[in-house]
């Protein structure tokens, strides 16, 4: 390990080469519970879902019971992937290869022309040959798919139960799916920057009001409360009394009931390792942030929204749009320039890629060094690495062969 | 094991007409003996007409918090115990009692997140109040979804405890009642129909608009199921319809026309078995199943579960007879033609010879 060139617990090269890249893929992505979707997305019996998690490509199923399932998607015979992305009303699972079936727990049912290719498998029971699909785990937390490569993962709520009382009051399964287009995230792009630029740059509250000092000030980040619940960082602040004043014609989108209160905050936590969440006074959103390789991460954001009527949505957003609180806040980018310039867009997303991918490109050069950090502001970027090499550490990663 | 214990009744509660509730006094020396898990039974014995006799209760109290010991119990026709407690039994009583055992029980841990669903009819409340209790009061990230059967609103036990439980957990606990025979008045006419019952059995179809209407939220799922033997059958049979899996379900039958624990064993019958072309004669001591016979003897007879759902121990009865407590694996017809599980069978008659096949 270079141990000259920090970032603040680990190395450069922790952000820029493809070794510690694998390295984290084994040691990180296929030893947590990763996010896997919103419960709707396998919402009847028959319904199922692959993801990819780290290492594993792991489909979850809902079985008659309206229990999930989840299996690693790989047929037992030569390894082929049994299913695709999303699909519906499965009874048994074929592999497209051999055509070798499996129902719903996994049990290998079915061996075109058993008797004659495998004698072997004859003398038992399909189901006692060894070669049922691997099991993996899945669980629910706040409305949010979680899957797990081990069978025998450490239960869902042992990873996520401390955090879980600092999260926003919001009640995830009662909102419903915002989408431009249908079927397709809010939100998905491909950003050139390692996947803890990105992790780093959501818990950095020293950036929100410079970076984002046109675009994000409706929030008082000065109010701001935020720490470390175990593994997992939390975050939270009021809105801007000029805003507070006015919110219910202001909000862009119906408020979230279950988040009305006079003292109104925004919940920001960031989950271990790499799933945020917003959960705001109209939007509650899901920031994925998946590695790619070392220098592309690929953020997909899901958004909810209070369950209302379109003539509701339209009718707020009509009365946002005539409120005085957008001449002062939250759409006037940092630069004057054209729309076409992140920094003069006035989207604080496009801000903080810009600020992602900026910092990346750094980190090849000669005499890139982190000069100094923000006591309480940049805390919890160091604490997020000392996390992430914490855990490589427990599950392996420095290990000497 | 068997020994037996003087407990000093504390309190004798009338639950409903035909049940009632009894809690022990357990003294602090006791306190490691009497440690017990949510749905185990207490083992009470009484001289009655001038024989011993033994029956087992479940407790309904929770042992996570400071309560006393409590059985519910309700009167079984004819039934010789059950009558004598809800007629004679008194506050001061001494009662003998045997320590809490049994293998029906959940294992309630603070960490846990699962999603338990409770099945209850009549009097198999009792250890399902047990689970109940504990799970909500210890995990308290799990949920519990519960459906009770009664025959009508006067047969309900525990009803008022039921009702402080739902109001006081109510983002957690889901209970549904259901009566075979609701009772109505005149009265009803008038009033729009009552939302605290649904009408009918705990059967298939009850039991699969339930599980649909509740799904479960955290995915590690049990399922408990107390009742009448024709209850247990009817809810299995549903779980399985819809695929639950079989290691996901427990049961325990109940205050039905199979009540448990009810058949006595023949006193230090002989046992002959065959195993492995050795011919063993031994005792059979009272309380010993065939299979804990063999084992405590030093011999290897195959077994696995020991809860007679594998059948690993599968045995053949060519003497005498036996008497299965439990039997999840084999069909009638097995049965018939001699089989047994040997982990479930005690001996009926003097003489028992088995054989390993």
Known sequence: MNTKRMMHALPVEAYTSQEW???????????????????????????????????????????????LRAFHNMCRHRGTQLLRAVGKNQKAITCPYHDWTYNLEGKLISVPKKEE????????????????????????????????????????MEFFGDVEPCLGPHIVEELVEYQEKEGEPFYTKEIKANWKIIVENYIDHYHLAHLHEGTLNMYDHAKAEFGWAGQHYWFNEPLVPEYMADVENASPQPLIKANKSEDMRVYVPWLFPNIGITEGESAWNTFHAIPLAPDRT????????????????????????????WQHYGNKGKYEGDASDSMASGDFMEEDVYACEQQ?????????????????????????????????????????? | MSKLYSLKVLEVKKETKDSTSVAFDVPFELYDTFKYKPGQYLTLQFNLKGQQVRRSYSLC?????????????KRVKGGLMSNHINDNLKVGDIVEVLAPDGRFFADVKKENYKTYYLFAAGSGITPILSILKTVLLTEQHSYVHMIFGNRSQETIMFHEELKQLQEEYKDRFVLVQTLSRPKSNWSDLWKTPSKEFRKGR????????????????????????CGPGTMIDNTVKALENIDVPFDRIFIESFGGDEAKNTTEAFENANLTAHLNG???????????????????????????????VCSTCLCKVNKGKVHMKNNLALTDKEVEEGYALSCQSIPLTEEIEIVYE
């Open chain 1, 21 to 67: 890249f694998d390295l984290e893929m084994k040691t990180i992505f296929s030893t947590t519970w990763q996010f896997a979707g919103l419960v709707e997305d396998v919402a009847n019996a028959g319904d199922y879902i692959s993801v990819q998690a780290g290492l594993n490509n792991i489909f979850i199923v809902k079985g008659r019971d309206n229990r």
């Open chain 1, 117 to 156: 290719e495998f004698p072997n498998l004859c003398n038992k029971e399909l189901h006692d040959c060894g070669l049922n699909l691997h099991e993996a785990s899945v669980d629910i937390f706040k409305g949010m798919l979680f899957v797990h490569p081990d069978k025998d993962a450490p239960n869902i």
């Open chain 1, 298 to 325: 690929l953020v997909v954001i899901r958004s909810k929204m209070e369950n209302a009527s379109e003539w509701e949505f339209t009718k707020q957003y009509t009365k946002s749009s005539m409120s005085k609180v």
């Open chain 1, 360 to 401: 990346q490109k750094s980190l090849s050069s000669p005499m890139f060094s982190v000069g100094a950090r923000a006591q309480r502001g940049e805390y919890a970027v160091m604490r997020f690495q000392e996390e992430v090499k914490k855990w490589m550490e427990k599950h392996g990663a420095f290990d000497k062969k």
């Open chain 2, 61 to 73: 109290s929770s042992p996570v918090i400071e309560e006393p010991l409590r059985i519910g119990v």
């Open chain 2, 202 to 225: 705990v059967d298939t179809a009850c039991i699969e608009w339930f599980i649909n209407e509740y799904p479960p939220y955290a995915q590690n799922v049990e399922y408990y199921v």
């Open chain 2, 278 to 308: 050795e011919k063993i004669e031994i005792p059979i001591i009272k309380g010993k199943t065939i299979l804990r016979a063999l084992i405590d003897e030093g011999k290897e007879p195959p077994y696995s579960c020991e809860g007679g």
